[in-house]
């Protein structure tokens, strides 16, 4: 019993690679965003969970490090490109095959973060789930306007290239984890909480993307890595 008990950390690290895959099943089947956005919330929670259970059972692997890396892979690297790749589809193949771009980036990222013993208690670069959060909603965000095509593909090739760049730049970023529940060390997860609790219930899905750039531009203004 004991041993189970020990691999449900591995086992919610493989949840959320399966919920990853049913995300990109969804898209690729033609279904609503709506549904690749709940397999990848289910994802994202597999993926906090893993971590936490872990620290609670006091265990740990570098099995477990190195299924969380392969798990977030597919989940907050594939997914989001093929989120890209699917709102670029009609630019033709050769526009629409840089969204990968995201899925390559990511992969340098995930890499990086597993070598860098710099970021514990925060992060350099945006964090994959960020940027797959950001790619979810814009689907949705964009739903709010009525831009040409043009000027649509024009718009989402920048953004390919962007959150390509923000994954590997080299940004301090505030860690949502919270060490304790005091406001002098986390007024700024505070402030961003409440924020984006607002933002989601104004904006439901399409709040997402804006709560990412709202994530990183209080990273920049308010945040040091000596906090």
């Known amino acids: 019993m004991r041993n189970i008990i020990l691999h449900i950390p591995n086992m919610l690290t493989l949840s959320n690679a399966f919920f990853g895959c049913l995300a990109l099943a ?4 033609g279904a609503p965003y709506e549904s690749a956005a709940w397999w990848i919330a289910l994802g994202a929670l597999c993926d906090f969970l893993d971590g936490a259970v872990a620290r609670a059972l006091k ?3 570098p099995l477990g490090k190195e299924l969380d890396s392969l798990a977030d892979m597919v989940t907050f690297g594939v997914v989001p490109a093929s989120v890209a790749f699917r709102m670029l589809q009609n630019a033709g193949f050769a ?3 840089l969204a990968f771009l995201i899925a390559a980036a990511s992969a340098l990222r995930l890499a990086r973060f597993n070598l860098d013993e710099r970021q514990t208690n925060h992060f350099i670069g945006v964090p994959t789930p960020a ?3 950001f790619w979810i909603g814009l689907p949705f965000l964009l739903r709010q306007f009525t831009p040409s095509h043009h000027a649509t593909v024009a718009v989402l090739l920048l953004l390919v290239v962007l959150s390509s760049y923000w994954l590997l730049a080299p940004w301090a970023l505030l860690s949502l984890k919270f060490k304790n529940l005091s406001w002098h060390d986390n007024r700024i997860r505070y402030i961003f909480v409440v ?6 219930l104004l904006l439901q899905w399409s709040g997402l993307s804006l709560l990412i750039v709202l994530y990183v531009l209080l990273s920049w203004l308010f945040f040091s890595p000596k906090q």
């Open 26 to 29: 969804a898209l690729y089947q």
């Open 59 to 61: 265990v740990s692997s």
């Open 195 to 200: 924020l984006s609790i607002l933002c989601l």
């Open 131 to 133: 940027n797959t959060l």
């Open 95 to 97: 526009w629409a095959s």
